[in-house]
Nanobody
């Protein structure tokens, strides 16, 4: 398992473009699936974006074209660039990871993550 700590959330105006960061620590296997999911008030958990160790990415239809997931070269940072935010993007955002796993071995946005951060709140008004 790895340790994950999110940052970058807060209150944002509609149309804003914040970037969420997730500090990743611990041993990073050569293969992994990492991602972001969110849970809004009264809503079910929703996979937002996932990135495989081969660089391939998957996005939920609700954020496609607006959000971008990335991992830095040192694999100690996972990011979610969010553009054109809408009020319906309001949620607690979590980063998550599973090592020794490829996103395509499951539905990428539903990978069986076994490490998760504590979450960062994003409120869009």
């Amino acid at each position: 398992h790895v340790q994950l700590v999110e940052s970058g959330g807060g209150s944002v105006q509609a149309g804003g473009s914040p970037r969420l960061s997730c500090a990743v620590s611990g041993y990073i296997h050569s293969t992994y699936c990492m991602g972001w999911f969110r849970q809004g008030p009264g809503k079910e958990r929703e996979g937002v974006a996932a990135i495989d160790s081969d660089g391939s990415t998957t996005y939920a239809d609700s954020v496609k074209g607006r959000f971008t997931i990335s991992v830095d070269d040192a694999k100690n940072g996972l990011y979610l660039q969010m553009n054109s935010l809408k009020p319906e993007d309001t949620a607690m955002y979590y980063c998550a990871a599973i090592l020794g796993w490829r996103c395509r071995w499951s539905l990428p946005l539903e990978a069986p993550y076994n490490s998760r951060g504590q979450g960062t709140q994003v409120t869009v008004s």
